[in-house]
């Protein structure tokens, strides 16, 4: 799986999460063999609709000013990145308080 999210997992997530991708998990409750593989199918579940809503996009139309547009066309040319994918960064830093305004 890869682990490049938009947001950090604490140590003990990120071992749960290395657990059930090696099979490995053992919940801490008592639990069947049965019920640790429903628990286990749930868990995963959850992480993939979790993983889906926030890889989900969805286009959006705004009116900008034609200089600011040049100006950030300029600016994402320097990074080397499309314009579109520049602007797309830099609000999901805002969105994410990565940066602040």
Do not use: C, R, W
Not at 26 to 40: A, G, N, R
Not at 60 to 71: A, G, P, Q, S, V
Not at 77 to 100: E, N, R, W
């Amino acid at each position: 799986m890869d682990k490049n999210f938009d947001f950090e997992l604490d140590k003990d997530e990120l071992e749960i999460l290395e657990a059930i991708e090696k099979d490995e998990y053992i919940s801490l409750k008592k639990t069947t063999p049965k019920e640790f593989e429903k628990e286990k199918k749930l868990a995963k579940n959850v992480a993939k609709n979790t993983l889906s809503k926030l890889t989900k996009k969805k286009a959006y139309t705004i009116k900008l000013l034609e200089e600011d547009i040049n100006k950030i066309k300029a600016m994402a040319m320097q990074k080397g990145l499309p314009y579109q994918t520049f602007i797309s960064s830099i609000l999901h830093q805002v969105a994410t308080k990565q940066i602040k305004v």
